[in-house]
């Protein structure tokens, strides 16, 4: 009896062990594979000092920690910190020489001879940016923390357990540093008040960790969740802000016609950044296209209505191109603000200059601003670690938007990305795509990593998977991801589903190297009535082939060779144009030789992919004429 129960219980075990270890397995991937983001209330009381450029805050703050960790400490940014002599900004723009960010640079040298200065270490100690916590408690408790230039570190009095909520009150000043980088006063179109990343702003934890990253010039990344702002400023000043107006009628710009100080109420929901401008030449206009939020223009009329006026049918277009193409954009109004040094996007706003040189110049900027409300704000990825996917997406959707909305029908809409990207290649100044923003170490590095090269990467796979498949990735992509914050495996994991194709070596090679794709055709020759091509792959990174042929009537023909790494194919992207498959091309092969059925003087040209769309850094190579 008791031999049997042994054997039982032997057999038993066996069977408890195999399904312990099933449980165990399906649990760890359910950690890795189940998201979650956290959430965050602000609401902010603002008192503006318009005399001496500092304001006085006070924010109350729900955080809900929707992570399975319990969290001890958290972090926020006081951006504005950078603003002094010596902080990280400083050192990186003193370190980087002639290579830095000329933008916060001065010129001490000659045109010929520049000698490049960091702006920042020329303030003068009134003008230093400063971000000063008066008081910060968590539910009543006083708290411990420490400033380390622009990051607040804070120990909590109370643990935030794993699906909990905690209350935060904060009361602080700011002292307003001059416009040297995105935000601040008077900038150089004499905006006083450029208020971008502004406030103590909670910094993200996800999957990956704290993002408490310096504010060393890059851009941004943040948590999820709703604010209500209020700002009071003196009657004669125009407020601007990402977010709906609540009390219209009892301010300047809006209704209103407040005598004495204003208050200004906001609200914006399920974002994760708040900004808002302020001036006395402000107006305020409001557009409601048909489709698309209702959008605020809020800048100096009588110095720059001109093109701001031209301008507004385009935007209307916009959204709708950009709703049918990428997805619904998910707020119900949009503010196109004056002020900032260029153009930068923030939650449901942009700063961008009132000044521009054509009509043209001045849509496609807010295209790409605006279009960011897509990649970054709604698909909201990290700006700071993968700068190409928001950057590179954008300057995509705004390049779609430059072709279509001016109807330049060009052969390749995204061809200035394309010629940049190859120009910097010629230079030596390619970097990985993936370095992170800040680590960039020249600013071309930065500017072809995170927008050309990457736009090339996206027009690319759309010559890899076909374009049908890329659009309908993009599609999946938001849909799947909006209003959440995923990174480039996730949209390599939509890509793969949707077309059906390996391609991990694509965002592996094209993105985290500077490898280049350069494909020759190196010899055509007649064999007997037949045409025998031999191509070769001279570059780093082996791609698909579409082979053109065009006859002497003129009458083009695609030879399509797969790579094998796909283990797909893509489908006909010209489906008037006759397509034959040839078999797959593996890229430990340099050479590939195929014949086509037809005598060598039926043709008049030989091309590797007419629609260059492939990154090949030297075309000439391509090209092959029967003469
Ligand atoms: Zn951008």
């Given at each position: 009896?008791?031999?049997?129960?042994?054997?039982i219980?032997?057999r038993?075990?066996?069977f408890?062990l195999?399904s312990?270890?099933l449980?165990?397995?399906?649990?760890?991937?359910?950690?890795?594979?189940?998201?979650?983001?956290?959430?965050?209330?602000?609401?902010?009381?603002?008192?503006?000092?318009?005399?001496?450029?500092?304001?006085?805050?006070?924010?109350?703050?729900?955080?809900?920690?929707?992570?399975?960790?319990?969290?001890?400490?958290?972090y926020?940014?006081?951006?504005?910190?950078?603003?002094?002599?010596?902080?990280?900004?400083?050192?990186?723009?003193?370190?980087?020489?002639?290579?830095?960010?000329?933008?916060?640079?001065?010129?001490?040298?000659?045109?010929?001879?520049?000698k490049?200065?960091?702006?920042i270490s020329?303030?003068?100690?009134k003008?230093?940016?400063?971000?000063?916590?008066?008081?910060?408690?968590?539910?009543?408790?006083?708290?411990?923390?420490?400033?380390?230039?622009?990051?607040?570190?804070?120990?909590?009095?109370?643990?935030?357990?794993?699906?909990?909520?905690?209350?935060?009150?904060?009361?602080?000043?700011?002292?307003?540093?001059?416009?040297?980088?995105?935000?601040?006063?008077?900038?150089?179109?004499?905006?006083?008040?450029?208020?971008?990343?502004?406030?103590?702003?909670?910094?993200?934890?996800?999957?990956?960790g704290?993002?408490?990253?310096?504010?060393?010039?890059?851009?941004?990344?943040?948590?999820?969740?709703?604010?209500?702002?209020?700002?009071?400023?003196?009657?004669?000043?125009?407020?601007?802000?990402?977010?709906?107006?609540?009390?219209?009628?009892?301010?300047?710009?809006?209704?209103?016609?407040?005598?004495?100080?204003?208050?200004?109420?906001?609200?914006?929901?399920?974002?994760?950044?708040?900004?808002?401008?302020?001036?006395?030449?402000?107006?305020?206009?409001?557009?409601?296209?048909?489709?698309?939020?209702?959008?605020?223009?809020v800048?100096?009329?009588?110095?720059?209505?001109?093109?701001?006026?031209?301008?507004?049918?385009?935007?209307?277009k916009?959204?709708?191109?950009?709703?049918?193409?990428?997805?619904?954009?998910?707020?119900?109004?949009?503010?196109?603000?004056?002020?900032?040094?260029?153009?930068?996007?923030?939650?449901?706003?942009?700063?961008?200059?009132g000044?521009?040189?054509?009509?043209?110049?001045?849509?496609?900027?807010?295209?790409?601003?605006?279009?960011?409300?897509?990649?970054?704000?709604?698909?909201?990825?990290?700006?700071?670690t993968?700068a190409w996917?928001?950057?590179?997406?954008?300057?995509?959707?705004?390049?779609?938007?430059?072709?279509?909305?001016?109807?330049?029908?060009?052969?390749?809409?995204?061809?200035?990305?394309?010629?940049?990207?190859l120009?910097?290649?010629?230079?030596?100044?390619?970097?990985?795509?993936?370095?992170?923003?800040?680590?960039?170490?020249?600013?071309?590095?930065?500017?072809?990593?995170?927008?050309?090269?990457?736009?090339?990467?996206?027009?690319?796979?759309?010559?890899?998977?076909?374009?049908?498949?890329?659009?309908?990735?993009?599609?999946?992509?938001?849909?799947?991801?909006?209003?959440?914050?995923p990174?480039?495996?996730?949209?390599?994991?939509?890509a793969?589903?949707?077309?059906?194709?390996?391609?991990?070596?694509?965002?592996n090679?094209?993105?985290?190297?500077?490898?280049?794709?350069?494909?020759?055709?190196?010899?055509?020759?007649?064999?007997?009535?037949?045409?025998?091509?031999?191509?070769?792959?001279?570059g780093?990174?082996a791609?698909?082939?579409?082979?053109?042929?065009?006859?002497?009537?003129?009458?083009?023909?695609?030879?399509?060779?797969?790579?094998?790494?796909?283990?797909?194919?893509?489908?006909?992207?010209?489906?008037?144009?006759?397509?034959?498959?040839?078999?797959?091309?593996?890229?430990?092969?340099?050479?590939?030789?195929?014949?086509?059925?037809?005598?060598?003087?039926?043709?008049?040209?030989?091309?590797i992919?007419?629609?260059?769309?492939?990154?090949?850094?030297?075309?000439?190579?391509n090209?092959?004429?029967?003469?």
């Open positions: 009896m008791f031999e049997r129960i042994k054997r219980f032997i038993m075990k066996h408890f195999v312990w270890t449980f165990y397995s399906s649990f760890a991937w359910s950690q890795i594979d189940a998201y979650w983001q956290q959430h965050i209330d602000y609401k902010m009381d603002i008192e503006v000092n318009t005399k001496d450029f500092t304001y006085d805050g006070n924010q109350v703050i729900t955080y809900q920690n929707n992570s399975p960790n319990t969290l001890h400490k958290v926020f940014h006081l951006y504005w910190n950078a603003f002094q002599p010596n902080s990280m900004m400083d050192q990186k723009l003193v370190t980087s020489g002639n290579d830095g960010d000329t933008k916060i640079m001065q010129n001490k040298g000659t045109k010929e001879n520049p490049w200065v960091s702006e020329l303030l003068d100690p003008d230093y940016g400063k971000q000063e916590i008066i008081s910060l408690t968590q539910k009543g408790k006083p708290l411990q923390y420490q400033i380390e230039g622009t990051i607040l570190e804070v120990e909590l009095a109370q643990p935030i357990l794993p699906n909990t909520s905690s209350q935060f009150e904060m009361k602080w000043k700011t002292f307003i540093p001059p416009v040297l980088r995105r935000g601040g006063k008077n900038n150089t179109e004499e905006v006083d008040f450029s208020m971008t990343q502004w406030y103590p702003k909670m910094a993200e934890y996800d999957y990956d704290w993002h408490a990253d310096e504010y060393i010039g890059k851009e941004f990344h943040g948590v999820f969740g709703n604010f209500d702002v209020k700002i009071t400023i003196d009657p004669d000043y125009v407020v601007g802000a990402g977010g709906e107006i609540q009390n219209p009628n009892e301010v300047n710009g809006y209704g209103g016609k407040p005598k004495k100080k204003q208050t200004y109420h906001f609200i914006t929901k399920n974002i994760h950044d708040f900004a808002w401008v302020a001036d006395k030449d402000f107006v305020v206009e409001v557009q409601q296209p048909k489709i698309g939020p209702k959008t605020y223009y800048y100096n009329k009588e110095k720059y209505g001109t093109y701001w006026k031209e301008v507004k049918p385009y935007v209307a916009f959204w709708e191109l950009m709703n049918r193409t990428f997805g619904e954009y998910q707020y119900p109004t949009y503010s196109i603000l004056q002020g900032g040094d260029g153009g930068m996007e923030y939650g449901a706003c942009t700063l961008i200059m000044k521009h040189d054509s009509l043209e110049d001045l849509a496609s900027l807010i295209f790409h601003e605006a279009g960011h409300s897509w990649f970054q704000h709604i698909i909201a990825t990290d700006e700071n993968e996917l928001d950057e590179g997406l954008t300057t995509y959707a705004q390049d779609l938007c430059d072709d279509v909305l001016f109807n330049k029908r060009q052969n390749n809409p995204f061809g200035r990305a394309y010629g940049a990207y120009n910097a290649h010629s230079r030596g100044k390619v970097e990985p795509m993936s370095t992170l923003a800040d680590h960039f170490k020249t600013k071309l590095g930065y500017s072809i990593g995170a927008y050309f090269k990457a736009e090339v990467f996206f027009s690319q796979l759309g010559y890899i998977i076909g374009e049908e498949n890329l659009q309908k990735t993009l599609k999946e992509y938001f849909n799947t991801w909006k209003l959440k914050h990174t480039s495996r996730d949209l390599k994991h939509i793969q589903e949707v077309s059906g194709m390996n391609l991990r070596w694509y965002f090679q094209f993105v985290t190297t500077t490898d280049i794709i350069d494909y020759k055709i190196k010899e055509v020759k007649a064999i007997g009535d037949k045409t025998q091509v031999t191509l070769e792959n001279l780093g990174i791609m698909p082939i579409d082979f053109y042929t065009i006859d002497q009537t003129g009458k083009p023909q695609i030879f399509y060779i797969p790579l094998k790494l796909l283990r797909g194919e893509k489908p006909n992207d010209y489906p008037n144009l006759d397509r034959k498959v040839l078999p797959d091309w593996g890229w430990t092969q340099k050479e590939y030789i195929f014949t086509i059925d037809q005598p060598l003087s039926n043709f008049k040209t030989f091309v992919d007419a629609s260059t769309r492939l990154a090949d850094v030297n075309y000439d190579n090209i092959y004429e029967n003469k």
